[in-house]
């Protein structure tokens, strides 16, 4: 009686002190290169910084006393903003380079759950996270097509915030180059007030986005032991020999 | 001051002449063309071109067109209080049509305007304040039988140089604003065969209407325009990077109610819906009623009125963020993206709890079965 013989399904998991350790045969595999990693971890400082100086400009929630002239905080919030933004452009120039330079499980095509077996487990990963057939989820080394599809959408929401930003950015110095790049874009959507009210509502899809992918890396270590979130800090996890993975 | 003069600007007579007459002094006169270089940027020796230029002008032939607009333009453009040489030379260049100030009426007023068009063709400038409404054959605005659109297009064809005053000539303005019933258009839509300068603003300040012409008169052009057809030597900054609050700004100070404290200090206006941001305009430098203040000086934010489509994208104007169409007027950005955002944590909070509960409720079944397949407890391979 080995853990060979058993199906590949994910075996039942308890939590806390009941849980079973792991047991059977497993290996290391490399998912996530440096790149990759520190692109990670970089952007979401960054994310975390644009958001919260994001909110205080769209609406300054504290105010200072006194005379102007010993007061800077909405400019530093902005220097803040603006700083942290470049950061976060810089880790995006990385991450496309790397969808080019990086492994199978970085690649461009590697976003996009585009073959119809995807679509079926995708439907698959939904009804796990819903509890309706909790033991049928599809078992992927690198991105389910669920976290391909949720993390392409935030980086296309990233550049649309970048976008939108630059247009705001670059109407403070009309011969600057921010403003030849990206006022295209203004008549575009409508006016400045479109920009502006776009990149206000993107900050929220962020906040939406945060706590659910925070808890779902997390639950996916504690429910399936994946090591998902070594796998973002070290570079790869240890996945069960036994298991036959869609993305082998 | 100078009042409008009952002895009109001859033809033949050259602008140095005409102000001579009027008991313009060159001093002055050399004050005025100061003025213009300054407000055009151009550096300080294009003083003497300017007032060369100018000085030698004979009378320039004007059409000015009032289509669909109430005339606030008109009013901000000829009667200041205080009428400026600036404003004398809009008053005595504007005499071949103008209908709310020329002295002709019915007939003899369309009359002119043919006369005018046919005498200077090719040569005149011509000035348009009011939108072109195109709907329904643009029934909406007809001048002696004719339609604004037939209007505008007959005296553009033989116009110089076509300039757009005003928001409603620029985009249409606030009959263009949703659902714009009339399909009322500005005329850069209508005139699309030769360049069209918009003076945006509703109403524009006077001075640039003027500038405008000055340097249209001295260097036989039309100024540099931005993207949306506007002059750069007005439009190339924003309020906010030019408004006298910016330090309030920029310190964190900000009104939050009109008539709170900080209203009092004179704080920055950006919480209770200013679009100086937002907005390209030299009201802070120009001001407005011969230099005396500017809706911001006066404690009112700035709404925005400039830029093209303000009534819908500026709107609500005490508001930094425009309404979510649908959604009803108490909807806020905001509101909703905190609580969907709570409603993500929540869920998250829910799930696990309901995987929790899910768990518990797997382990008493499995207490009941017997188990299989389960390797022993602690053992390891």
Not at chain 2, 99 to 124: F, R, S, V
Not at chain 2, 310 to 331: H, L
Not at chain 2, 334 to 358: E, S
Request: glycine share 10%; charged share 20%.
């Amino acid at each position: 009686m080995t853990a060979l013989e058993r199906p590949p399904r994910a075996p039942r998991m308890h939590l806390g002190s009941e849980a079973q350790p792991p047991t059977g045969k497993y290996q290391w595999i490399y998912l996530w290169e440096l790149p990759i990693r520190v692109m990670h971890w970089t952007a979401a400082v960054a994310i975390v910084v644009l958001a919260t100086t994001g909110l205080y400009i769209g609406k300054p929630f504290f105010m200072t006393g006194g005379e102007a002239s010993s007061h800077y905080l909405m400019g530093w919030v902005r220097f803040l903003h603006f700083s942290a933004a470049a950061v976060l452009v810089t880790t995006g120039i990385v991450r496309v380079y790397w969808l080019f330079a990086g492994n199978r499980f970085e690649r461009l095509a590697a976003l996009f759950p585009i073959r119809p077996r995807d679509w079926a487990n995708m439907v698959k990963q939904v009804k796990y996270y819903l509890m309706i057939k909790p033991g049928d989820a599809p078992q992927y080394l690198g991105h389910n097509p669920l976290q391909q599809l949720s993390y392409t959408g935030i980086y296309a929401l990233t550049a649309v915030m970048v976008v939108t930003g630059f247009a705001m950015y670059g109407q403070s110095n009309p011969d600057g180059m921010f403003y030849r790049l990206f006022q295209w874009l203004v008549p575009l959507l409508g006016g400045i007030q479109i920009v502006r009210f776009i990149h206000h509502v993107s900050t929220w899809i962020f906040l939406i986005f945060i706590p659910i992918h925070v808890y779902l890396a997390m639950r996916g270590d504690v429910m399936e032991r994946s090591g998902t979130i070594s796998s973002i800090i070290s570079g790869g996890r240890f996945v069960r020999s036994d298991v036959k993975y869609v993305d082998e | 001051m100078y009042f409008p003069s009952s002895r009109p600007w001859a033809d033949g007579e050259t602008l140095s002449e005409h102000l001579e007459r009027r008991g313009v002094s060159r001093r002055d006169f050399l004050k005025f063309c100061g003025e213009m270089t300054a407000v055009l940027g151009l550096s300080s020796a294009m003083t003497p071109k300017v007032a060369a230029a100018l000085a030698a002008m004979k009378r320039p032939s004007v059409i000015w067109l009032q289509l669909q607009e109430c005339t606030g333009c008109v009013e901000s453009v000829l009667r200041t209080g205080n009428p400026s040489i600036g404003d004398l030379v809009l008053d005595v260049i504007s005499l071949d049509y103008q209908h709310t100030i020329m002295a002709a009426a019915g007939h003899q007023a369309e009359n002119a305007l043919q006369q005018a068009m046919k005498d200077n063709k090719g040569e005149y400038l011509l000035l348009v304040t009011g939108s072109i409404p195109l709907n329904d054959d643009g029934i909406y605005l007809t001048i002696g039988g004719r339609t604004a659109k037939e209007i505008l297009v007959d005296a553009a064809k033989g116009a110089k140089a076509v300039i757009a005053v005003g928001a409603c000539a620029h985009w249409g303005s606030v009959q263009a604003a949703r659902p714009n019933p009339t399909g009322a258009v500005g005329v850069s839509e209508v005139v699309t065969d030769k360049p069209v300068v918009n003076i945006a603003g509703c109403p524009p300040i006077s001075d640039v209407v003027t500038a405008t012409i000055v340097h249209y008169l001295t260097f036989g052009n039309i100024p540099e325009l931005d993207y949306d057809g506007r002059p750069r030597f007005a439009y190339s900054s924003r309020i906010h990077d030019q408004c006298p609050r910016r330090a309030n700004f920029d310190a964190g100070q900000f009104v939050e109610e009109f008539d709170d404290e900080a209203a009092r200090k004179g704080y920055c206006l950006y919480q209770v819906g200013c679009k100086g941001p937002a907005t390209f305009s030299p009201c802070p430098i120009f001001l407005w009623n011969s230099g005396t203040s500017w809706p911001i000086g006066a404690g009112h934010p700035c709404i925005g009125c400039t830029e093209r489509h303000f009534w819908d994208t500026m709107s609500p104007f005490y508001k930094r963020m425009p309404d979510v169409a649908g959604f009803g007027i108490e909807s806020k950005v905001d509101l909703i993206g905190a609580a969907l955002a709570a409603g993500a944590v929540a869920g998250v909070a829910a799930h696990a709890t309901a995987t929790g509960v899910h768990q518990i409720r797997e382990r008493r079944r499995e207490r009941e079965l017997p188990i299989v397949n389960q390797p022993p407890s602690g053992k390891k391979e």
